[in-house]
């Protein structure tokens, strides 16, 4: 699906999570944010974009795949079945892509409940990384003083502010070589909470991408009324998507 001279872009959104700790009657990812789902809003970014030649979508077992709003795709949303966890998730859409990509493609992967994540971010991930040999993911530097806790919930040590960063997403690698990180990670039974903590696993170093904190996961209830205000700035809240 790519020609010789440039790896082609794919985006991965893993949405089969059940959102326990939103707490409401269905996963969050199916939550309304102005007119449109949180999935909707998220999935929107990546079919609107020129470089993103299609869009993998890990859906929950549960799920009725028409009764999801999707966007307008043109034939480049693809629907994946999702597994327990989210790794699982996205090893499926990985086998997926496999099956009919280059082992050098790029893949994002981009959680469903970051509905908020800039047009602007994703485009400098992408220029960033297109040409590195690993890949890497959006992140944002802390502001508050970090502590690291000890067992007892007392304080072990303060860390160097100026190194320590939050992952976000889209986190971009190629696609096989995740594939074989995330492979490795389950055989040993690491907990895999994102892309790059397998490929660092894996005795890789991810280049670290400063992103916005308005890129926020959708959490819990009151991240609702936050990425309501964070679309409306964006002037998306009530964008045809
Ligand atoms: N996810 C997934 N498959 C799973 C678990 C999570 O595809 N088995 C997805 C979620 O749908 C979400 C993203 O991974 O878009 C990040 O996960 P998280 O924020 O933890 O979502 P949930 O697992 O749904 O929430 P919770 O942990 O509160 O249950
Ligand atoms: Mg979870």
Known sequence: MTDSRSPAIWALIPAAGVGRRMGAGRPKQF????????????????LEHPAIQGVVLVLGP????????????????????GGAERADSVRNGLDFLAARCDAADWVLVHDAARPCLPREDLDHLIATLRHDPLGGLLAAPSTDTMKLADAAGRVEQTLDRARVWRALTPQMFRLQA???????????????TDEASAMEWHGQRPRLIEGSPMNIKITRPEDLETARLYLTMQNRLRNPI
Do not use: W
């Not at 939550?31 to 990546?46: D, E, K, N, S, W």
């Not at 549960?62 to 079945?81: H, S, T």
């Open 31 to 46: 939550l309304m944010l102005g007119a449109h789902t949180v999935l909707a809003h998220t999935l929107g970014i990546f």
């Open 62 to 81: 549960e799920v009725d795949p028409d009764a999801v709003e999707l966007p307008m795709a043109g034939g480049r949303l693809f629907r994946v079945a």
């Open 178 to 192: 995740l594939r074989s990180a995330l492979a490795a990670a389950a055989e040993a039974g690491m907990p895999i």
